[in-house]
């Protein structure tokens, strides 16, 4: 019998074919980690044994290329802890192989990227041409074009090769945006995707992955994974409250973040040369001044440029509090009398509030805590790491986007036995 990690039965655990979201295997672990994180592509890494145990499909033996990188996904569900049951299963990650690493013990460790990472690779080879279209529509359109589906910008790639389950999906948007991409920039539609989004009052995604009949012709029970854009964050659940009896530990860090309040944003040059420049002047009186001049290829206009200059701004324009929280397990709380907390509370995106009172610090803050000011933290990133023995270690990234003294504003007194 060969050594998997103690947390293997809380977690199903799938190989698929990249091009069709079929499942091909299911692997025990002996160890794995993820990260996920507020849009931006996630990444982990898994070991196993090649031969496998009772839970791998047909020998279990499983073919080297159906481990592959680049033509092959992996997709992490939960089938305990939180709301989680093996019928109702969580479906926490999804992504492809990035690289894969074998010994001769039959131990293979592949490391993964989190499934939005592939627009990376896919680039606009037509003119895409959106004119006074919902912005929301131009992200999801963004990601159909990796398939050849898009229904809106003018064109499709003229060798539209089917590209991975992957689509783009959109309610109704309150702003509408004039965007141009050409074919002979040959920009990633990844980078667009983040130069949409980080413009002031830019589009926000979800990413869902799912394990059954949907909108992706001919796939039946496969797995798809849809960005999901909207104006502004959807939070599904009430915001959760974090307090001391539900954490192991906590880190806090604070940097400058390459901070900047005087932003001079440069798009395309002119045909004479002269770039195209806005400035975001500073409007924080109480700090010292910090310059950036942040480039933004394919902008031609001032209006466009004058959403880079502000979101560049309003990104950079504090120092960043970064508090990290630790947890054990999958299910928090009981130390206060039954579970109060679970992994299912700490997703990416979701707003919480924090009330932490410990020997040498007090942090506090959150929108159901007016009383402590008007900081909202959110969860940036979260990773989960089940090691071979003993529970899952999660750490959740909490990020604010105010100045971090009204987060860590304060003090504690004299008491060191709270």
């Known amino acids: 019998m060969v050594d998997v990690c103690d947390c293997a039965s809380n977690w199903r ?19 794995f980690e993820f990260q996920t ?82 627009l990376d690779y896919r680039m606009v080879r037509t003119d895409l041409v959106f004119e006074d279209e919902s912005q929301l529509s131009i ?19 003229d060798a539209p090769a089917l590209g991975i389950p992957l689509i783009g999906g959109f309610g109704t948007s309150a702003i509408n945006r004039d965007r141009t991409y050409l074919a002979s920039e040959r920009p990633f539609i990844g980078e667009l995707l983040r130069n949409l989004t980080q413009v002031i009052d830019g589009p926000v995604y979800t990413v869902d992955h799912h394990r059954n009949a949907g909108p992706i012709a001919g796939l039946t029970e496969n797995w798809y994974t849809e960005l999901g854009f909207s104006d502004t964050w959807l ?8 307090a001391w009896h539900h954490v192991e530990d906590f880190a806090v860090n604070v940097d400058m973040n390459e901070i900047a309040n005087q932003v001079d944003a440069i798009g395309e040059p002119d045909a004479d040369g002269n ?34 200059a502000f979101g560049y701004q ?23 009398g039954g579970r109060t907390l679970s992994i299912d509370d700490l997703r990416p995106g979701d707003a919480i509030n924090i009330d932490l009172e410990a020997p040498n610090w007090i942090i506090r803050g959150g929108p159901d805590l007016p009383q402590f000011g008007t900081v909202t933290p959110r969860i940036g990133r979260l990773s989960v790491s089940a090691p071979q023995e003993g529970v899952e270690r999660v750490t959740a990234q909490v990020i604010v986007d105010e100045y971090p003294t009204s987060f860590l504003g304060s003090t504690p007194g004299d008491c060191v036995d709270c």
Do not use: C, W
Request: hydrophobic share 40%; no cysteine; proline share 8%.
């Open 275 to 308: 770039p195209l420049i806005y400035s975001a002047d500073s409007p924080t009186p109480f700090n010292p001044r910090y310059d950036a001049a942040p480039s933004f290829s394919g902008v031609t206009n001032i209006p466009t440029l004058n959403q880079h």
């Open 13 to 31: 655990i799938e190989l698929t074919n990249l091009l069709t979201g079929a499942t091909t295997h299911v692997v025990t672990p002996v160890s």
């Open 139 to 157: 992200g999801a359109n963004l990601v159909l074009y990796a398939r050849g589906e898009n229904f809106a910008g003018g064109s499709v790639d």
């Open 314 to 336: 309003q990104d950079h324009m504090f120092q960043a509090s970064n508090l990290q929280l630790f947890f054990a397990g999958l299910d928090y709380g009981q130390a206060a």
């Open 235 to 242: 939070q599904t659940f009430p915001a959760p409250l974090v």
């Open 37 to 118: 994180a507020f849009m931006e592509p996630g990444r982990g890494s898994i070991t196993f044994h090649r031969r496998g145990t009772e839970a791998v499909f047909s020998s279990g033996f499983i073919p080297a290329d159906r481990m592959f990188p680049a033509t092959t996904g992996i997709f992490f569900s939960r089938i305990h802890g939180g709301r989680a049951t093996p019928n109702q299963p969580v479906h926490m990650f999804g992504g492809f192989i990035e690289t894969m690493q074998a010994n001769s013990d039959g131990l293979v460790t592949l490391g993964f990227a989190e499934m939005q990472k592939y």
